[in-house]
């Protein structure tokens, strides 16, 4: 069998996958994209107490803002989800979501830490494909009325969510000369490139969600580690980061690539 044969093979099988759960896909990437938003707002309902302490002898805020700063991040990120997930005011929450990003960036001093910031972008880069799908299910209300294509916005907003993903396997990659490492960040750093460039997006983006999905049961496994040890709550934090950025790759698979990529552009050839 080719490489034509074979890549024509694995297209074949994503998109038998695709047909079998193309109505729950959605629905899930949704929910693993809002994992870490949720699990984060409900961390700081039961330590609340230790975040409000933490950012007022960071920030010599006084208790007051410091208790605002922490009300603001449960009631943001918690009020965030349940609107995502019940599809109420989409865009309003992701908005919200994006300046609880920025907020903790600087908070928690995350612009100073490359590996952090870029794993923070990458989250934003989900809520932008989320914010995406909502434009376009705001779009197809008005399915009657002439349009003139796809809305710019929702395109751009596709190919930044794509592009910014991609920063979370940028972290991942391993700078060892044993073969392993080097097969790993050879295919990985090839998968990264065609989602971000739109070709082959949908069969990239589901191989990089299988490896992703690996690699974080793997090495994030926080229920082996007793709650009382920090590394506990460090890996937590990775694991649903990283499940947030499946859900995001799940989107760009059930969505596809949008109108800037090399895929949609195949189509005009």
Not at 94 to 119: E, H, N, P
Not at 192 to 197: D, F, R
Not at 240 to 251: A, P, R, W, Y
Request: charge should be neutral.
């Amino acid at each position: 069998m080719g490489q034509e044969d074979l890549m024509n093979t694995a297209e074949d099988v994503a998109d038998q996958f695709l047909r079998v759960t193309k109505q729950y896909l959605p629905h899930l990437a949704r929910l693993c994209l809002i994992s870490t938003f949720l699990e984060d707002g409900i961390r700081m309902w039961f330590q609340w107490n230790e975040q409000r302490d933490y950012i007022e002898a960071t920030w010599s805020c006084g208790y007051f803002l410091a208790t605002c700063f922490v009300l603001l991040n449960l009631i943001g990120q918690l009020g965030g989800c349940v609107l995502i997930l019940s599809r109420n005011f989409v865009q309003y929450a992701c908005f919200g979501l994006f300046g609880i990003i920025a907020l903790q960036t600087v908070a928690y001093s995350i612009l100073w830490d490359l590996k952090f910031l870029m794993r923070n972008l990458a989250l934003g880069g989900g809520l932008l494909l989320l914010l995406a799908e909502s434009r376009s299910e705001g779009k197809s209300m008005f399915a009657g009325v002439p349009s003139m294509g796809e809305s710019s916005p929702k395109q751009y907003m596709q190919l930044g969510g794509r592009v910014l993903l991609v920063l979370m396997f940028m972290t991942l990659l391993h700078f060892d000369s044993n073969f392993f490492s080097i097969l790993q960040n050879m295919v990985g750093t090839a998968l990264i490139i065609l989602v971000a460039i739109g070709f082959k997006t949908k069969l990239a983006a589901l191989t990089l969600v299988v490896w992703l999905l690996a690699i974080n049961i793997y090495f994030n496994a926080f229920w082996t580690i007793p709650a009382y040890k920090p590394m506990h709550d460090f890996l937590k934090y990775d694991f649903f980061q990283t499940t947030s950025v499946i859900g995001g790759l799940l989107l760009v698979v059930a969505l596809g690539p949008g109108g800037v990529s090399m895929d949609e552009k195949k189509k005009e050839w």
